[in-house]
């Protein structure tokens, strides 16, 4: 569509400078110091909806931060598209491994991103792409080309677990009432491989205490003689995978679906290679569970990984000492069908009993949430295709994806709707690492796209 095009070139540096002043607001919604920010970030979503051309935009309170919610009803026999990001961003942390200040954004170019990439913490996940959807709005308002009716929904607690949200939709099923949802929270293969995410991993997030002796000992008296928490946990937690990398708790995968070898054919139709995969992560090898593929792997199977380990003397120089207490962060990625409440209850009893007499463990469930899987055959995704293959000139390739975003099932469950995740983020943009960015290049490209979806999903619904 030229018009969009031509709206996009005219607008370019407007778009990327009101993106810039978002990623300057440091909306870090898993660290308390952040919180008059991650407030102040939506009120500049708020605003940023009204300019937009949302007839209706308001701040909705909840238990944590506050959900932004616009809309433009323009008929009720047209179909209704809702639209669901996140304000929220991750700790930037480590900051002394950024090469720019991650609340300062600046645009660089890279080899990925010869157009330049906008290096900021959330440029890709999920202000770059949440706001993507602004712009798309706006042009669709200002150049007269909505076909439908619109619904935004933008949280700023996806970042730890969304734990209100469930209750905001609970409650709120009428007004978030829609026939699509319409989110780009992910990626795609590569710029010139299109691709729509049609599944997403569920999670459980656990944390682990082992408890010793009554108080941090003198490792030479009592080296030997007692148990030592921090061996004791790193053993337990080695068995909880056997020799071919197969999670030993039991029942684990009782309820994992498993891939026809038709599925698993047309999944390894996906371009891929090896050698850029482990070049560009600076590693000899990939490691994983036997008898799959690194694709399959990573998107199909259930992982479990410590995220953080930590107890005993870790300051400068040595301090000989046999700690009290040593504690680690578990996560469980799980597939469709497992339950994450289960797996989370499995893993508590599993690990409560292979804990040695001498110690004492305490599992301490987190948060979790369902995977999904969207069909291919839906009104959405035909749309979806249909907008890639006029905006990129190529069909998109179906893939299911690794990540996590809880809320997706509990969309289906409540509200009876399909989603539909467009993302334009790759997976080199090292989202939640140091040095996130978003390619320049991907946000005017997802633009260009969004108001595509909009135009096939309302003649398909017709
Ligand atoms: N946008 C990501 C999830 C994602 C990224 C899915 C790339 C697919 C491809 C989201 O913000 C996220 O980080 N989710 C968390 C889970 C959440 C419960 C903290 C995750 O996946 O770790
Ligand atoms: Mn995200
Ligand atoms: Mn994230």
């Not at 289960?342 to 893993?347: A, N, R, V, W």
């Not at 080199?428 to 096939?456: C, M, Q, R, V």
Request: glycine share 8%; charged share 25%.
């Amino acid at each position: 569509m030229k018009n969009i095009e031509f709206y996009i070139n005219e607008h370019k540096d407007r778009f990327l400078s009101e993106l810039i002043e978002l990623l300057k607001i440091p909306s870090v919604s898993a660290d308390p110091a952040f919180k008059d920010n991650v407030i102040k970030t939506a009120d500049v979503i708020k605003e940023s909806l009204i300019k937009a051309g949302c007839d209706h935009v308001e701040i909705c309170q909840t238990k944590g931060f506050p959900v932004v919610y616009g809309e433009k009803i323009i008929d009720d026999n047209l179909p209704t598209v809702l639209v669901y990001g996140h304000y929220d961003v991750q700790p930037a942390d480590p900051i002394s491994l950024w090469h720019s200040p991650p609340f300062e954004p600046v645009i660089k170019k890279t080899s990925i991103h010869p157009e330049g990439a906008i290096f900021a913490r959330g440029a890709c996940d999920d202000k770059g792409q949440m706001y993507m959807h602004v712009k798309a709005m706006e042009l669709m308002t200002k150049t007269n080309q909505l076909p439908c009716n619109v619904k935004f929904m933008i949280e700023g607690e996806e970042e730890v677990g969304s734990v209100n949200l469930s209750t905001f939709v609970k409650e709120n099923r009428e007004k978030l009432k829609n026939d699509v949802i319409l989110i780009s929270d992910t990626g795609m293969i590569a710029k010139d491989i299109p691709s729509i995410t049609t599944g997403l991993r569920g999670l459980s997030y656990v944390e682990v205490e082992v408890t010793g002796p009554n108080r941090d000992l003198h490792s030479g008296l009592y080296g030997g003689a007692v148990a030592n928490p921090i061996n004791i946990l790193t053993k337990m937690i080695a068995s909880l995978h056997d020799e071919n990398n197969h999670i030993t708790i039991p029942g684990f995968y009782d309820n994992v679906e498993e891939l026809s070898l038709d599925d698993r054919a047309e999944m390894a139709k996906a371009p891929f290679n090896l050698q850029a995969y482990t070049k560009a992560l600076d590693i000899d090898a990939v490691y994983g569970e036997q008898g799959y593929t690194t694709n399959e792997r990573n998107s199909i199977r259930p992982t479990l990984d410590v995220n953080g380990i930590w107890g005993g003397y870790i300051g400068e120089g040595a301090k000989t000492v046999i700690a009290s207490k040593a504690y680690a962060k578990i996560s469980m990625r799980l597939v469709p069908n497992q339950d994450w409440r289960d797996i989370t209850e499995l893993f508590k009893t599993h690990f409560e009993s292979i804990a040695p007499a001498g110690v004492t463990v305490k599992v301490n469930p987190h948060h979790g949430g369902q995977g999904y899987v969207t069909p291919t055959d839906s009104i959405g995704y035909k749309a979806a295709s249909a907008a890639y293959e006029e905006s990129f000139g190529k069909t998109p390739i179906p893939q299911r994806s690794g990540g996590s975003i809880p809320i997706v099932s509990l969309f289906e469950d409540e509200l009876k709707s399909k989603t539909i995740l467009m993302g334009f983020g790759l997976d080199s943009d090292a989202i939640h690492s140091p040095n996130e960015h978003f390619g320049l290049w991907n946000y005017f490209k997802g633009i260009e796209t969004i108001p595509l979806f909009y135009k096939h999903f309302t003649a398909l619904s017709k």
